[in-house]
């Protein structure tokens, strides 16, 4: 009789043991994945955006990749994008307001598939700290409209260390008229 009355009282210890283990360590390792996570600032302003969009206005004004991309901070599939390759000098505007983003000087191939430039036009673009996807990044949006452009990272080959990862579908290129610089010499 003890021995199945001493199982019994060993075998629900084991059972209160368990439980309190799990009450315990829950908290415990949310706690650690909370302080484990960086909360980095982002890397420029961060500011609102300044002018209001119709939805309607941009769905007849935009592709649907652009509106994807700009106003659902969508990303197009690598290497697929229009300007990912582009060589020719020039300036990327914002697709959805017009603001000058980045100039053909600043950009560079990272082999990434998107357009990449090491620095933007001054005061055209904010960052903004992206917690999606499991991943801590900085997002970069237009600083006049808040179009969603890409993302910003530390791991440029240039002087500034940055590498501007930016969607096709966000903007706009204008090439340099050469032609008429020539005329001028």
Not at 40 to 45: C, D, G, L, S, V
Not at 87 to 105: H, I, M, N, Q, R
Request: charged share 25%.
């Amino acid at each position: 009789m003890k021995t199945s009355i001493q199982k019994l009282f060993s075998m629900s210890s084991v059972f209160f043991v368990a439980k309190l283990a799990l009450v315990l360590l829950i908290p415990l390792c949310l706690l650690v994945y909370a302080l484990a996570m960086p909360n980095k600032p982002a890397m420029t302003n961060k500011t609102e955006p300044k002018t209001e969009k119709s939805t309607d206005d941009l769905r007849s004004r935009l592709t649907p990749e652009q509106f994807y991309v700009t106003q659902e901070k969508g990303t197009e599939r690598a290497f697929t994008g229009k300007y990912w390759n582009t060589k020719d000098p020039g300036k990327y505007y914002c697709v959805v307001c017009g603001a000058e983003l980045f100039t053909s000087d600043s950009k560079f191939d990272s082999g990434c598939g998107w357009p990449s430039f090491d620095k933007a036009a001054t005061d055209k673009v904010d960052t903004h700290v992206d917690k999606t996807h499991g991943m801590v990044r900085d997002e970069i949006v237009c600083h006049n409209c808040g179009a969603h452009l890409g993302h910003v990272f530390n791991d440029g080959p240039t002087a500034t260390g940055l590498r501007y990862c930016v969607n096709s579908a966000s903007l706009d290129f204008k090439a340099k008229d050469t032609k008429a610089e020539d005329s001028k010499k």
